[in-house]
């Protein structure tokens, strides 16, 4: 039987040479999956985030003139087209004349007027569809094209679905004035559509952050977040949303013009009779005097928490997150100062568009500085 021959091999002896150096992959293992258009999505995401702050200041304008329920009927659909003609017009101002705000507050209008009011209400809610139909399109675009990111189609199928809740939550709003006695919109209804736009404003902007860095970035900046100052700034948006919930029951009842002495009301520290209404509860929400008592408690207390919070937060050893949260309390400030000017003013239009304004400008900045405490920019050794 014929051996078999070996013959031994060295230990440097290379085993093959067609062998390729096998590489890590670029930004490491987390960033393996499915990266997509993270700039696109961002885009859009950021045309829509803009056109969310725009439709909560034309929603300030319809509660400031008063043209909320100018329009009383939802129709989603066909709603979209105004009246094209004078039997339409005609038509829209005889279902106006059949609620109470009419019958009560504007006996006597005429069409012209009615105009007036119908347009920023028709605006109010076109531009609603318009920003359903830009998420829809943006969506749908990037799905069809397989370019979403892996993980991220539950967030954006998340912020569609929150639209649509905002839109049933607007007529709940709406069709709580058009009948009874009352001559505006419900304002706790107010308040819950005043907060959902800010939570979709919210949760537009975060993901805006998350996109303008990769899945590893994100990663690798998390390991030197600062947990104490994520917490506080976690509470401090928190308390600015309450606050803006306040004051969207302000508005809701035109409580801003009711007493605009300062720092009294009335005179005094406490409004006279804030209890007055029955039931108990009631007074909360409908009493003009306890309400912009408790919109200005949470302001000046909302003030001294963000004046804790910056303390710590300018002691961050990143230059961007001490100045992220420096923006924070000087947008704070002007707030305040702000909705002082608006209160002894009377809250005239302007003013309170203005302030309504600002309350989008510090919870953005409130939600930047609490991002950039989870995740903090790289910077060198030096800038520690």
Do not use: C
Request: proline share 4%.
């Amino acid at each position: 039987m014929a051996q078999k021959t070996t013959s031994k091999r060295s230990i440097f002896e290379e085993v093959s040479t067609d062998t390729k150096p096998v590489t890590a992959p670029k930004g490491g293992l987390i960033d393996t999956g499915k990266s997509g258009a993270r700039k696109g999505i961002r885009v859009w995401l950021l045309i829509l985030f803009a056109m969310v702050m725009l439709m909560i200041a034309v929603g300030g304008m319809t509660r400031l003139t008063d043209s909320g329920l100018s329009i009383t009927e939802w129709k989603p659909v066909t709603g979209a087209m105004p009246p094209m003609n004078a039997d339409a017009w005609a038509s829209e101002f005889d279902k106006y004349k059949e609620i109470p705000e009419y019958q009560l507050q504007n006996a006597g209008m005429s069409l012209s007027e009615f105009k007036a009011i119908y347009w920023w209400e028709w605006g109010h809610r076109q531009l609603g569809r318009t920003i359903g139909l830009v998420w829809f399109l943006g969506f749908a675009g990037f799905a069809v094209a397989r370019k979403i990111p892996t993980g991220w189609t539950k967030k954006l199928l998340f912020i569609g679905a929150l639209g649509g809740i905002q839109g049933a939550i607007g007529w709940w709003m709406v069709s709580s004035g058009l009948t009874g006695d009352r001559l505006d919109v419900a304002s706790y209804r107010l308040a819950t559509h005043l907060g959902i736009a800010f939570v979709i404003l919210g949760f537009i902007a975060w993901y805006v952050f998350q996109l303008s860095r990769s899945e590893g970035a994100l990663m690798q900046a998390r390991r030197m977040r600062d947990a104490k100052l994520f917490g506080l700034s976690t509470g401090m948006l928190h308390f600015a949303f309450l606050q803006i919930l306040l004051g969207a029951l302000v508005a809701g009842i035109d409580a801003g013009r009711g007493f605009t002495d300062w720092p009294l009301m009335g005179g005094q520290f406490l409004p006279p009779d804030p209890l007055s209404l029955t039931p108990l509860w009631r007074n909360f929400f409908e009493d003009a005097g306890l309400v912009q008592f408790m919109h200005r408690m949470a302001g000046y207390l909302l003030f001294v928490f963000g004046l804790v919070v910056w303390t710590r937060g300018r002691k961050s050893a990143n230059r961007s997150t001490q100045a992220a949260f420096n923006m924070m309390a000087a947008i704070l400030f002007l707030q305040v100062a702000l909705g002082i000017v608006t209160v002894i003013n009377g809250a005239p239009m302007h003013l309170g568009l203005a302030h309504q304004i600002g309350a989008v400008a510090l919870f953005v900045s409130i939600l930047r500085a609490r991002f950039l405490s989870q995740y903090p920019k790289p910077q060198s050794v030096r800038g520690s």
